[in-house]
């Protein structure tokens, strides 16, 4: 009589540990179950947006990170570089033994877009709260030019380079996550190079199909007076 409660509590303490491990086996199944690992990652491993911190300590600032605005201040140089060099076309094409008061007009024009140009990136410089650095700007290479049709050559190169520096500063905001910059580069920017590029280049085209003639450069000259 008395083997009876002795077996059947051997027999409760079988399934027991039977049942234990059967749930612990499903826990490790679960655990390394793909979707499971898959959620696991993606709270805990994939990394999220970049947050840089600012450059400056000014309220203001947010997401601008140093190297960005070490690139936007090199670009603003190149800008006012450029509208030097616009200045000095436009001024010697306007002294009294060149006389093409048209393209005069049109490398000023130039220099002051130019000018602007560094003057809407300082004012963007400021927006963010970063430090704005004036570097030194220096004399353009050239102060005279052959003919027309050279200074055209050269503001052409001139206006890649610019281009280029522009494409490498949205390049560098995109590696720091700085979509702001990129956006305003865009659309401020980016487009307006394009188009200057595409009009300097049809200009040189059309001069080159004409240059032969004494008139030529006199007509096109009126042309850009106009």
């Not at 994939?46 to 690139?71: K, L």
């Not at 500063?169 to 200057?196: I, R």
């Amino acid at each position: 009589m008395e083997l009876f409660p002795v077996a059947t509590l051997l027999l409760l303490t079988v399934l027991s540990n039977s049942l234990s491990g059967g749930v612990h086996e499903h826990n490790m199944m679960m655990s390394d179950s793909p979707r499971n690992n898959r959620n696991h990652n993606r709270r805990t491993q994939e990394p999220g947006r970049p947050i840089h911190d600012c450059a400056t300590n000014r309220r203001v600032c947010d997401n601008f990170h140093s190297d960005v605005m070490d690139a936007l201040n090199q670009q603003i140089t190149e800008e006012l570089k450029a509208s030097y060099t616009y200045r000095a076309m436009a001024n010697y094409f306007a002294r009294d033994d060149v006389g093409l008061p048209g393209f005069a007009k049109f490398f000023h024009e130039s220099s002051e877009e130019e000018h602007k140009h560094a003057k809407m990136m300082m004012d963007y410089m400021v927006k963010r709260g970063g430090l704005l650095t004036l570097n030194d700007i220096p004399r353009p290479i050239s102060q005279e030019w052959e003919n027309g049709l050279e200074a055209l050559r050269e503001a052409l190169n001139l206006e890649k380079f610019v281009n280029n520096k522009l494409l490498d500063l949205h390049w560098d905001a995109q590696q720091k996550n700085d979509p702001h910059l990129q956006d305003y580069l865009e659309g401020e920017f980016l487009t307006e190079q394009v188009d200057s590029i595409k009009e300097l280049g049809t200009y040189i085209t059309r001069l080159e199909r004409i240059h032969s003639s004494p008139l030529a450069e006199y007509m096109f000259d009126k042309e850009l007076d106009g």
